[in-house]
């Protein structure tokens, strides 16, 4: 049973920086497919960018291409989103989680799907 938890969330200005973090635990991290996903309030949950098992060919929600970029660890079993040119519609709670299917369905991936962490908060002032 694989456990996720985020860190890195916090406050920041528009057009700043966060570096958000995922520690995976508890389960053969390297197996998985992993994304990032936000909720902002009143939303649905939305995807942000997946990253294939290997490190390869990562994926990103066209809202935040180019702005954000997605990374993973297989020897610290982590998982990191470098967040830059924030903006406040980027306010949300953002979620990893972590697939051992198809790389696609991680686009779509549904929370009864897949290991999920509790989340951390990024708030963007304008």
């Known amino acids: 049973q694989l456990q996720l938890v985020e860190s890195g969330g916090g406050l920041v200005q528009a057009g700043g920086s966060l570096r958000l973090s995922c520690a995976a635990s508890g389960g053969t991290f390297r197996l998985y497919n992993l994304g990032w996903f936000r909720q902002a309030p009143g939303k649905e949950r939305e995807f942000v960018a997946a990253?294939?098992?290997?490190?390869?060919?990562?994926i990103y929600a066209d809202s935040v291409k180019g702005r954000f970029t997605i990374s993973r660890d297989n020897v610290k079993n982590t998982v990191s989103l470098e967040m830059n040119s924030l903006k406040f519609e980027d306010t949300a709670v953002y979620y990893c989680?972590?697939?051992?299917?198809?790389?696609?369905?991680?686009?779509?991936?549904?929370?009864?799907?897949?290991?999920w962490g509790q989340g951390t908060q990024v708030t963007v002032s304008s």
């Open positions: 989680a972590a697939h051992s299917g198809a790389f696609e369905t991680m686009v779509v991936l549904r929370t009864s799907s897949g290991y």
């Open positions: 990253i294939r098992w290997s490190g390869g060919n990562p």
